[in-house]
Each structure stands twice: as C-alpha cells, then as structure tokens.
T-cell receptor
Framework: DAGVTQSPTHLIKTRGQHVTLRCSPI?????VSWYQQVLGQGPQFIFQ???????GRGNFPDRFSARQFPNYSSELNVNALLLGDSALYLC????????????FGQGTRLTVV | AQTVTQSQPEMSVQEAETVTLSCTYD???????LFWYKQPPSRQMILVIR??????QNATENRFSVNFQKAAKSFSLKISDSQLGDAAMYFC??????????????FGKGTKLSVKP
C-alpha cells in the first residue's frame, strides 16, 4: 500500500507569490494534518481536517488555508509568501482517535526567495 | 497550553552502546498520548514508540523503550544496542486525548543523535 504522498517534493517561489501543496493520505485514513518545520526546529501544527471539515488550526496567519476533498486528499495554500515561510511542510494522515498513529509523508521543501 | 521540551540538542553514542534521550512536557490534561518520532535525513517522520498516559507500564519496542514518569511529566527514550541506522533527529511529541484537538501533535525541538562506529 502507498504511504502518504506529497507533491511537489521541492519548490522555489518568490516573495509575494502563492503556493499550493498537495497531500494524499493512506487509503482508509480520513484525517489529514499539516505541519510546518523550520530548519532546526520541531514541526508546528498548521491545520487538521477530518471528513472534509476543519478540526483544528494552529497559530498561523490567515495567509495559510487548507481544504480536504471528497477522496480525503488535501491542499495547503499559502498566499503572499514571505521569506519566513521557507520550511519543510509535512502532511500526516491517521485514522480516527487520538491514540492512532500519524503517518507522515516525506514533505515539501519550500524555499521563498 | 501544552508544551514539550527536549533539553539535549545533540547526543552521541558509540555503536552497540545505550543512550537515553530526555523529554519533559507540561499539561493540565489527564488524558493524553506521548510519542517519539525519528526523522532521518530522508525527512520522513517515523514513529518509534507510543505511550498512553493512563498506562503505568512503560512502552517497549524491540531496542527502544521509554521511562514514563507521569508525576514528573517526564518521557525519556532509551535506545539499547545502538546501530548506525539509529542516527537521526528524534522528536518527542504530545497529543491530547480530548476531542477537537485529536491529530494535533505538539513537538519538542528535537535531539540530533549521532552514532559512532
């Protein structure tokens, strides 16, 4: 079975541009979460979606938005990119419940120049 | 708000030896889960071990075990018989057991583990 897949793997954008990152969860997983990992830090929670509804939002500006599609894949959108948005963006999928394991994708490395 | 603290930015261990990575957390909740994740240079986060707060018994997964001290809010990871493939960043993470925030992992800053041959 395929694991969590993210695309693209690497991306370079210019300040002020918009970016869309994509995530396909493990088959059967209905929950998708997004994390931002700045170099040298632990991942920080951005969003969680379950059954296409937002279930949680971290402390990120409104420039960050996300959605989940009927097939449970998800997109993370970032508008008006800043240099500080340069990071590894991780997607995780899981089943229902806090005890279930979160499976991570390999991430999208976003560089803003 | 819950916080997770890893006070060791870097650790080093000799191959075949044992190493312990430290983690402390702060929470007022009684229902929660604790995790150790490994992140090799390939970037993919891999679950190493999981502990339910309501379980007194420390979790064990082959060479990996934890020392869960609930009252002290401490959750250390012990790696026995260290192997070269254990070299990676290790992150301690907390997840609330309450609805609404399920799926929201709170991570520490990580410990970079080096394994010397």
């Amino acid at each position: 079975d395929a694991g969590v897949t993210q695309s693209p793997t690497h991306l370079i954008k210019t300040r002020g541009q918009h970016v869309t990152l994509r995530c396909s969860p493990i088959s059967g997983h209905k929950s998708v979460s997004w994390y931002q990992q700045v170099l040298g830090q632990g991942p920080q929670f951005i969003f969680q979606y379950y059954e296409k509804e937002e279930r949680g939002r971290g402390n990120f500006p409104d420039r960050f938005s996300a959605r989940q599609f009927p097939n449970y894949s998800s997109e993370l959108n970032v508008n008006a990119l800043l240099l500080g948005d340069s990071a590894l963006y991780l997607c995780a999928s899981s089943g229902q419940g806090a005890s279930t394991e979160a499976f991570f994708g390999q991430g999208t490395r976003l560089t803003v120049v | 708000a819950q916080t997770v603290t890893q006070s060791q930015p870097e650790m080093s261990v000799q191959e075949a030896e044992t190493v312990t990575l430290s983690c402390t957390y702060d929470t007022s909740e009684s229902d929660y889960y604790l995790f150790w994740y490994k992140q090799p240079p390939s970037r993919q986060m891999i679950l190493v071990i999981r502990q339910e707060a309501y379980k007194q018994q420390n979790a064990t997964e082959n060479r990996f075990s934890v020392n869960f001290q609930k009252a002290a809010k401490s959750f250390s990871l012990k790696i026995s018989d260290s192997q070269l493939g254990d070299a990676a960043m290790y992150f301690c993470a907390y997840r609330s057991g309450y609805g609404g925030s399920q799926g929201n992992l709170i991570f520490g800053k990580g410990t970079k583990l080096s394994v010397k041959p």
